[in-house]
C-alpha cells in the first residue's frame, strides 16, 4: 500500500515536471517568435539568447517575461514613436535597463536612431552580465553598450564619471559622458521616487513609459492614466503622448523634452 502511494505520487511528481518543461519550452518559443520581427542577424541574436538563458541569473530576473507580447510590443512601440518623429538619440541613459531588450532593439536600429552609445543602469546586481551577454556584439565594439549595476536615483545625465566591469572582472578606467537622451520604461518601478527625474537638466530629451497594472506586485509607481502620468513628468515640450491596449495592462507613453 505505501509502495503504492508512493509510486502514484512519483508518478504525479513527475507529470507536473513534464507539465512544467512544456511550458518553459512553450514559453521560450513565444519568447523568439515575438523577438523575431525586431532582429536582422537571426543566427547571431539566436547564439545570444541561448548564452542568456543559459546564465544562472536568468531566472532569478524572471528574464523570460522580458520576451513575453506586452514588453516586446511595448518596447517596439516605442521605436516606432522614435522613427515617426524622427529623432536622434546620441548617447542614451536607459534607466533600470533589466536585461537589455529594448538596448538590443534600439541598437538594431543605431544609424537611423543616430545613436552613439547606450549605458543602461539597474539597481539589481544580477542584471548587469545579462544584459552584456545580450548585447555582446556591442560591448566588444568598445562598449557601445555597456551595463552598470547601480540605483538610478544616484546617476547623474552630465558629465557622469563612471566605471564599468571588464570582462576580466576588474573596474574599467573612470570614464565621463553626457546623456543626449533619457529612457525610463520601468516607471512603474520607481516608487514614488523622482529624484532621478528631478535630475534630469531641462531640455534633455526624455522617454518614459508606465502602465496601470496596480494588480502587479512588483509595481509602486504605476498610474490610472495618461492625464495622471503627464502630471507626475511635466515636460516643456511634448513631441508624443499615446496608450497602448495591451490584454492586461494598458501602457503610456510619453516622449519630450524636460
Ligand atoms: C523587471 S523590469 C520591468 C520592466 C518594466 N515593467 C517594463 O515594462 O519595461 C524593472 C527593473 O527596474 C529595476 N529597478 C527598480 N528600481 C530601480 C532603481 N531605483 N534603479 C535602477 N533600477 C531599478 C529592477 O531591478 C528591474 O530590473
Keep these: ?26 514559453q521560450h518559443i513565444n519568447g523568439v517568435r515575438n523577438m523575431h520581427p525586431h532582429v536582422s542577424d537571426h543566427d547571431g ?68 536612431f543616430g545613436i552613439d552609445r547606450i549605458r543602461s543602469f539597474d539597481i539589481d546586481p544580477l542584471c548587469a552580465d545579462l544584459a552584456d551577454i545580450y548585447n555582446k556584439k556591442d560591448v566588444i565594439d568598445d562598449w557601445r553598450f555597456k551595463a552598470l549595476t547601480m540605483d538610478v536615483n544616484d546617476i547623474f545625465y552630465d558629465n557622469f564619471v563612471w566605471q564599468g566591469k571588464k570582462s576580466d572582472g576588474t573596474l574599467s578606467f573612470p570614464r565621463s559622458e553626457t ?43 504605476s498610474v490610472n492614466n495618461l492625464a495622471e502620468f503627464e502630471r507626475m513628468y511635466p515636460m516643456n515640450e511634448l513631441l508624443y503622448k499615446g496608450q497602448l491596449e495591451l490584454p492586461l495592462y494598458t501602457r503610456f507613453m510619453l516622449i519630450g523634452r524636460k
Design 45 to 112: 541574436w539566436l547564439h545570444r539568447y541561448i548564452n542568456l538563458i543559459r546564465h544562472p541569473n536568468y531566472q532569478l530576473v524572471n528574464g523570460l517575461d522580458a520576451f513575453s507580447q506586452g514588453q516586446l510590443l511595448s518596447k517596439a512601440w516605442l521605436c516606432d514613436a522614435i522613427s515617426t518623429q524622427n529623432l536622434k538619440l546620441g548617447n542614451i541613459w536607459l534607466l533600470a535597463g533589466w536585461i537589455g531588450t529594448l538596448s538590443y532593439m534600439l541598437l538594431e536600429r543605431r544609424e537611423q
Design 179 to 221: 546623456a543626449n537622451t533619457v529612457i525610463n520604461s520601468s516607471c512603474d518601478h520607481m516608487g514614488g521616487n523622482a529624484v532621478w527625474w528631478d535630475k534630469i537638466p531641462a531640455g534633455k530629451l526624455v522617454m518614459l513609459q508606465n502602465n496601470d497594472w496596480y494588480e502587479n506586485d512588483q509595481h509602486n509607481n
Design 1 to 26: 500500500m505505501v509502495q503504492e502511494n508512493l509510486s502514484t505520487s512519483a508518478k504525479i511528481g513527475a507529470n507536473a515536471m513534464t507539465t512544467n518543461v512544456y511550458e518553459i519550452v512553450a
